[in-house]
């Protein structure tokens, strides 16, 4: 256990990276996919469970945080990770993210951003000075810098005027953040997929000096072949020696699409959103387990999967509790997403280690082109 922050990069194959990040609360193996835990859980699972998946760091909202229950009132119990239970690392987004998609509910200036919350209408200031006093009162491991991520589609001088605010924000937000052993402050990335404004905002970041540096602006409505075609060369900005982190990302085909290129983390709602609507995933692709053809199916969603719903249970049984509308339904599927998705990270990291990422990644095209054979 090390009383700091640290990354090791152990091998690389081709773009791709694996490692360790090394915290007080514990090593994250990279690539690493972190489940969110929007606020203060993983929805339908419980902690020792998420970790019993693989999974080394959660994330938290910020936003959602703040607004319920209340950051002082986390700290005052005790802090994030004691509060929900995960006494391993945690990174809490800035609450940028949330706060843009108000729209017509948010006011933006340089001081920072003036919103009604979504839940009670109350108003609110979030500056990048109060994101980093919240991050802190939540006793986040890893601490993500304020900013503005316009989404896509935008003009290049709306996606420029962004990108140079939120390289302002990042500045205050280091200054915020201040000297802080055993956490780590993450600058973001801007800069829409524009090359220029990418390598602009990197090199304002680089001169700040962060502890990791994410690619933000992604995932958002730009579609898969804009978003890698962004990954080509952004992460080529970033310090080698630092975590590179996309932010939002993703689908499992996102996802390695994204290693291949450098990323080291990502985190999504996807893999529990996607249980609680009967939606699972596997390695050759999607399974609705609402259609009908699953109803008499004694077999397990995947019979390489160590999860309890693969383990345990019959696609019948997992068919039936859904239309039931029984929330085993909802907790059996999301375990079962999660354990792939820490599967898929495991095998993409031993992968690189080995050298042979080119041969996993056609074997994972291959396996999902031949479908699950009861879609077809």
Not at 40 to 64: C, F, Q, W
Not at 86 to 103: K, Y
Not at 154 to 183: N, Y
Not at 212 to 225: D, M, R, S
Request: with cysteine; charged share 25%.
């Amino acid at each position: 256990m090390t009383d700091r922050f640290q990354f090791t990069l152990n091998a690389t194959d081709g773009a791709a990276r694996t490692g360790i990040i090394e915290t007080p609360r514990g090593a994250i193996r990279t690539p690493a996919f972190m489940p969110v835990g929007t606020a203060a859980t993983v929805k339908a699972m419980m902690p020792e469970s998420v970790r019993e998946t693989g999974a080394d760091i959660l994330l938290g909202n910020t936003y959602h945080l703040m607004l319920r229950p209340g950051a002082e009132r986390i700290d005052r119990l005790g802090g994030l990770h004691g509060f929900m239970n995960w006494e391993r690392p945690i990174l809490t987004d800035s609450g940028g993210f949330q706060v843009m998609s108000l729209a017509g509910l948010r006011k933006l200036t340089e001081e920072g951003v003036t919103f009604a919350s979504h839940v009670d209408g109350s108003k609110h200031v979030l500056t990048p000075e109060r994101s980093m006093e919240i991050q802190r009162l939540l006793g986040s491991d890893i601490v993500m810098a304020f900013d503005e991520c316009p989404a896509l589609p935008a003009t290049e001088d709306e996606v420029a005027r962004a990108m140079r605010l939120s390289m302002r924000w990042a500045q205050r937000s280091r200054d915020a953040f201040g000297d802080r052993p055993g956490h780590a402050l993450f600058g973001i990335m801007q800069g829409g997929v524009t090359p220029d404004l990418r390598e602009e905002s990197a090199a304002a970041l680089t001169g700040i000096g962060f502890d990791g540096y994410a690619i933000g602006g992604l995932a958002v409505g730009e579609g898969q072949e804009a978003m890698f075609g962004v990954l080509d060369y952004a992460p080529g900005f970033l310090p080698r020696d630092k975590p590179r982190y996309l932010m939002g990302v993703g689908k499992p085909d996102d996802i390695v699409g994204a290693v291949q290129r450098g990323v080291d983390m990502m985190d999504c709602v996807l893999p529990s959103r996607s249980g609680r609507t009967g939606q699972a995933w596997t390695r050759r692709g999607q399974v609705n387990i609402k259609n009908a053809r699953h109803q008499d199916d004694p077999r397990p969603l995947d019979e390489n999967c160590s999860c309890p719903a693969c383990r345990n249970y019959s696609r019948a049984y997992l068919h039936h509790v859904f239309k039931s509308g029984e929330m085993i339904s909802g907790m059996l599927l999301t375990w079962h997403n999660l354990q792939y998705y820490q599967d898929l990270m495991q095998g993409l990291r031993d992968a690189i280690a080995a050298g042979r990422l080119d041969d996993f990644v056609a074997d994972f095209h291959a396996t999902r082109d031949l479908g699950d054979i009861e879609r077809l």
